[in-house]
């Protein structure tokens, strides 16, 4: 059996509706929520970015239920000490109800910084000695490094009895598999079987077996097929390139500049588009099926009331019975 969440994407909603809309996940039977942590968003007609970590802290007080994980870049944007000192207080406050999620980023959010973006391969060589830091700094030791970031007698006083756990983020196989060596778990996107089935052997190839697997499903959900499509062409057709794309493009007009030559069938391919809640279970059990303990739910249109009561009255009770 999965645990189901609720993704609350800062990129497209105030901060104050995602907050309203995961009391509402929490009451309709979600048990997670995964929080992205953008300072721009894809494109102008998602419009928002809120900041993630003041909001998780309201979050959490208000849905005592649930457990939140965060998809975090250290290293640029962030100094790694600081998401080490985020990271603590949360679990401090919140025990067993915060896990730390990472990646290398994208240039849309880092480039702000007005820093040179590094490579691909300098980008993971910067997050895992970011994740080294981070772990030592919860462990209580004085933190010293010179190397592709900087630290200078760094020490975390307040820390948490219980570490969060920190997962990778992978689209790859081969980010996967090198992931399976060092990080506690492995949180990727959805795709069909096939290649998803590549990611997680990757990862488990790597060192991953046994450890937690989180899946992000980006679907659209509506009353009709159209509306479920239209919305997610609306709001997501800036986001189906590939990676090397999404993470280099710097600025929300020219993912639009680039969305602009994408087809609304397109959306096929990288959406689970659906106004038949049957279809979505069916999907979805073919998730846990791989091996995903977690299943984090980003109904990418505007029409999140809807996808959480319908889901939670009919997809939920599915997916949890057993």
Not at 167 to 176: D, K, L
Not at 232 to 243: D, E, L, P
Request: with cysteine; aromatic share 10%; hydrophobic share 40%.
């Amino acid at each position: 059996m999965a645990n189901i969440g609720y993704h609350s994407s800062h990129e497209q909603f105030k901060p104050s509706t995602l907050l309203k809309n995961v009391q509402l996940a929490e009451q309709a039977g979600f048990t997670l929520a995964l929080s992205s942590d953008h300072f721009h968003p894809w494109s102008e007609a998602q419009g928002e970015s809120g900041f993630a970590w003041s909001w998780l802290g309201a979050a959490m007080q208000a849905t005592p239920t649930l457990s939140y994980r965060v998809v975090c870049a250290p290293g640029q944007r962030y100094h790694p000490a600081i998401i080490a000192q985020a990271a603590a207080t949360l679990a401090e406050m919140f025990p067993n109800r915060f896990w730390l999620t990472v990646g290398s980023g994208q240039a849309v959010n880092e480039h702000i910084t007005g820093e040179k973006w590094p490579t691909k391969g300098d980008r993971n060589a910067r997050l895992k000695e970011c994740v080294d830091i981070i772990r030592a700094l919860w462990s209580g030791e004085t933190v010293t490094h010179h190397g592709l970031v900087t630290v200078e007698e760094a020490k975390l006083y307040t820390r948490p009895e219980i570490f969060p756990a920190i997962i990778g983020a992978a689209i790859t196989p081969e980010t996967a598999e090198w992931l399976g060596s060092w990080a506690d778990g492995l949180i990727t996107t959805s795709r069909p079987p096939e290649k998803l089935k590549k990611v997680v052997d990757a990862f488990r190839r790597g060192g991953g077996e046994g450890k937690p697997m989180i899946l992000k499903v980006q679907l659209s959900y509506d009353n009709s097929e159209e509306k479920a499509l239209q919305g997610a062409y609306h709001q997501w057709r800036n986001n189906i390139f590939k990676s090397k794309m999404l993470t280099e493009l710097i600025t929300p007009a020219q993912f639009d500049a680039a969305g602009e030559f994408v087809q609304p069938e397109e959306l096929f391919n990288h959406v689970r588009v659906s106004a038949d809640p049957q279809q979505h279970i069916e999907w979805l059990q073919k998730d846990i099926e791989l091996g995903f303990n977690e299943l984090i739910l980003h109904n990418v249109n505007r029409e999140q009331e809807q996808f959480i009561e319908v889901f939670g009255a009919k997809v939920l009770p599915e997916l949890t019975s057993n």
